[in-house]
């Protein structure tokens, strides 16, 4: 069951094949799709970092990265649904 503000199994099928093998360079990444809920989650939202629910992929790392403190991207109008 999607839960409100996470990716359908649909929209995950597009950005999917658009994201880079996991561990071709360096160690290998967390869930994708986890990760990419808990930002979703974030720019929807408006919560700190350090309060995403515990399924998204809150922790040590999350509070850092190159995007810190910059307003999102606006999301592609099929990204919302309706409901």
Do not use: Y
């Not at 994708?32 to 929807?44: P, T």
Request: aromatic fraction near 6%; proline fraction near 8%; include cysteine.
């Amino acid at each position: 069951m999607v839960r409100r503000h996470e990716l359908t199994d649909e929209q995950w099928q597009v950005i999917r094949p658009l994201l880079p093998v996991s561990g071709a360079k360096g160690r290998p990444r967390v869930d994708d799709r986890r990760v990419i809920n808990g930002m979703l989650f974030k720019a929807k939202t408006g919560v700190a970092w350090r309060d995403l629910p515990e399924g998204m992929g809150r922790g040590r790392r999350s509070t850092t990265g190159s995007g810190a403190g910059h307003a999102p991207a606006p999301c592609p109008r099929w990204w919302h649904r309706s409901g």
